[in-house]
């Protein structure tokens, strides 16, 4: 069964950090690229990241690059998701989602696989 549980949410202030973890079993991890996306309460679902967990290669989206990285873990199967210097407009739900191939795309919604069931981050102002 293809499980992928999210984890590291919380509330925190602005210009904190938190780091999420997105941990996977039940495929074949290098076979996937994953994203990070997020839902804010009364707006679209934005990608935030994607990693190729294949040969690492990540993107970002404008709004978070410089500020988020996003690696991967291969023994643990897991992609995490550092957020540094988090802002208000931060705050959302946020889930990881997993695509079969080598490449990733950070807005590529509809192309995913698998999605986990998310965790709420709060950045408080």
């Known amino acids: 069964e293809v499980q992928l549980v999210e984890s590291g949410g919380g509330l925190v202030q602005t210009g904190g950090s938190l780091r999420l973890s997105c941990a996977a079993s039940?495929?074949?991890?290098?076979?996937?690229?994953l994203n990070w996306f997020r839902q804010a309460p009364g707006k679209e679902r934005e990608g935030v990241s994607c990693?190729?967990?294949?040969?690492?290669?990540?993107r970002y989206a404008d709004s978070v690059k410089g500020r988020f990285t996003i690696y991967s873990d291969k023994a643990k199967n897991t992609v995490y998701l550092q957020m540094n210097r988090l802002k208000p407009e931060d705050t959302a739900v946020y889930s990881c989602a997993v695509e079969y191939g080598l490449g990733c795309d950070v807005e590529n919604y509809y192309g995913m696989d698998y999605w986990g069931k998310g965790t709420l981050v709060t950045v408080s102002s």
């Open positions: 990693i190729s967990i294949s040969d690492g290669s990540a």
């Open positions: 039940g495929f074949t991890f290098d076979d996937y690229a």
